[in-house]
């Protein structure tokens, strides 16, 4: 069982910058592909970005160039850069780890965008 937990959502003014975090539980981190995904209300949920064992990165092409993922494999945390933000970018945030045989989501965080 691996357990995430995200944090580091909030209200931020559009052109404004938050970063997310997702730690996780367990041993074999670093074998999982990290993903962060994203809900809005009303909407279905979409892959925002998502990191391979190695660190290569892949983006949703609306947050092309605005957001960065990475990950810490001593730390077990997988992170998202959110820079300027949009109102459009408004959505509860998951986190999610998938490997051989495993599929876990985090519980997810609220990701805000309004003046």
């Known amino acids: 069982q691996v357990q995430l937990v995200e944090s580091g959502g909030g209200l931020v003014q559009p052109g404004g910058s938050l970063r997310l975090s997702c730690a996780a539980s367990?041993?074999?981190?670093?074998?999982?592909?990290m993903g962060w995904y994203r809900q809005a209300p009303g909407k279905q949920r979409e892959l925002v970005a998502d990191i391979t064992t190695s660190g290569m990165t892949n983006y949703a092409d609306s947050v092309k160039g605005r957001f960065t993922g990475s990950r810490d494999n001593a730390k077990n945390t997988v992170y998202l850069q959110m820079n300027s933000l949009k109102p459009e970018d408004t959505a509860v945030y998951y986190c999610?780890?998938?490997?051989?045989?495993?599929?876990?989501w985090g519980q997810g965080t609220q990701v805000t965008v309004s003046s």
């Open positions: 367990g041993s074999r981190f670093s074998s999982y592909i």
């Open positions: 999610r780890a998938t490997g051989i045989g495993i599929d876990y």
